[in-house]
């Protein structure tokens, strides 16, 4: 059974980095045809695709935050870690880490999800 | 605004048969596999439909999926109150090397 779960802060301050961790079982990030991805939600808003990462270590990034992020793995845990640097009350969401199935690199669809970390960007 | 075009709303009464819409281009759901996500309220999306019109395990024949040039399709059939949720699309995008989603569609059942 695959889980994940998000955590983090809960409140950041505008200029902060943001540091976001997915915790996850049940499939291993050194599998071929696996990833995990982060998207974000704001509140009554769409889903916003942020950041892949996938078991060769292949990384994606939203082009419109792509200099803002950064996303690691770290297979021996089980985690995969989101950075976000200069906070703005933007980013203020529920950020998702999901499991990504791969079709053909680099697409695919997130077929499980972890139930979402509220975070809030405010000074 | 999204890549992808999706109604803001529909509705439909119980039992009754409805189709969410799902508009791109070449870049995106021409050339793609598109997945559908139901997101209930309050919670996480939950997969729906993937490869155009594929069906997880567990997931009732009363959803299905298609997709016609640049366009895809969700619909339901036999709604039933427990299907009100904003409904997602999304794709892979080869021109901006990005994963994008619709900009939701909320279902009301009458």
């Known amino acids: 059974q695959i889980t994940l779960k998000e955590s983090g802060p809960t409140l950041v301050k505008p200029t902060q980095t943001l540091t976001l961790t997915c915790n996850f079982s049940?499939?291993?990030?050194?599998?071929?045809?696996?990833?995990v991805g982060w998207i974000r939600q704001p509140p009554g808003k769409a889903l916003e695709w942020l950041a892949l990462i996938y078991w060769n270590d292949d990384k994606r990034y939203s082009p419109s935050l792509k200099t803002r992020l950064t996303i690691t793995k770290d297979t021996s845990k089980n985690l995969v870690v989101l950075t976000m640097t200069n906070a703005d009350p933007a980013d203020t969401a529920t950020y998702y880490c999901?499991?990504?199935?791969?079709?053909?690199?680099?697409?695919?669809?997130?077929?499980?999800w972890g139930r979402g970390t509220l975070v809030t960007v405010s000074s | 605004q999204s890549v992808l075009t999706q109604p803001p709303s529909v509705s439909a009464a119980p039992g009754q048969k409805v189709t969410i819409s799902c508009s791109g281009s070449s870049s995106n759901i021409g050339n793609n596999y598109v997945a559908w996500y139901q997101q209930l309220p309050g919670t996480a999306p939950k997969l729906l439909i993937y490869d155009n019109n594929k069906r997880p395990s567990g997931i009732p024949d009363r959803f299905s999926g298609s997709k016609s040039g640049t366009s895809a399709t969700l619909g339901i059939t036999g709604l039933q109150t427990g299907d009100e949720a904003d409904y997602y699309c999304?794709?892979?995008?080869?021109?901006?090397?990005?994963?994008?989603f619709g900009g939701g569609t909320k279902l009301t059942v009458l």
């Open positions: 999901a499991h990504r199935a791969v079709v053909i690199m680099p697409h695919g669809y997130f077929d499980l």
């Open positions: 999304g794709t892979w995008d080869s021109s901006l090397s990005a994963e994008v």
């Open positions: 049940g499939f291993s990030l050194s599998t071929s045809g696996v990833g």
